[in-house]
T-cell receptor, first 115, second 114 residues
């Protein structure tokens, strides 16, 4: 089945540093989504990318939909302590038989920011 | 606030028991997805409903079942509970618009099986 390889698995960075994480797959996706999850909370949608090559920003966050449609990256600039959490990528594609959409999630990047 | 609601927030029960988790999707969203997240693990897809019909199944145990009602809210039923069923259970809903589909998560139900 489809899998998403998300890296790095975890990161410890200093406040103010930039962060970069990415997801790759052998499958082609229609949409890439990036979520952040705080402990014990539901994942919150950060950025949605709908077109290959698309580069989208949301404040200090920037994400890109890879031109091959098989990868995506998320950058966080000038990290702050509240950026701590788990970041998940998700690839979305149309399900073969159901006519709806299915989502494949990466394993997450655990980010810790040292003040 | 994503607009997806889940109840209860926390649930503590004993092995062998049965529980029901409830999810209300965002207004207008027809698809509901259920996920399980064990401690420090990723999101495991369980099952998806679209407008009342089951559309996809993931790694859902036979002891688990779900349904989506005419008002589009969904319930996940977990029976014969085991210690290993302790986890966060998330519901997500999505809407298709302009050829794109975006998924939003609820706050989750934390299930503890003692």
């Amino acid at each position: 089945g489809q899998q998403l390889n998300q890296s790095p698995q975890s990161m410890f960075i200093q406040e103010g540093e930039d962060v970069s994480m990415n997801c790759t797959s052998s499958s082609i996706f229609n949409t890439w989504l990036w979520y952040k999850q705080d402990p014990g909370e539901g994942p919150v949608l950060l950025i949605a990318l709908y077109k290959a090559g698309e580069l989208t920003s949301n404040g200090r966050l920037t994400a890109q939909f890879g031109i091959t449609r098989k990868d995506s990256f998320l950058n966080i600039s000038a990290s702050i302590p509240s950026d701590v959490g788990i970041y998940f990528c998700a690839g979305q594609l149309r399900a073969e038989n159901s006519g709806t959409y299915k989502y494949i999630f990466g394993t997450g990047t655990r980010l810790k920011v040292l003040a | 606030d994503s607009g997806v609601t889940q109840t209860p927030k926390h649930l503590i029960t004993a092995t062998g028991q049965r529980v029901t988790l409830r999810c209300s999707p965002r207004s207008g969203d027809l698809s509901v997805y259920w996920y399980q997240q064990s401690l420090d693990q990723g999101l495991q897809f369980l099952i998806q409903y679209y407008n009342g019909e089951e559309r996809a199944k993931g790694n859902i145990l036979e002891r688990f079942s779900a349904q989506q009602f005419p008002d589009l809210h969904s319930e996940l039923n977990l029976s014969s509970l085991e210690l290993g069923d302790s986890a966060l259970y998330f519901c997500a809903s999505s809407v298709t618009s302009g050829g794109t589909d975006t998924q939003y998560f609820g706050p989750g139900t934390r299930l503890t099986v003692l």
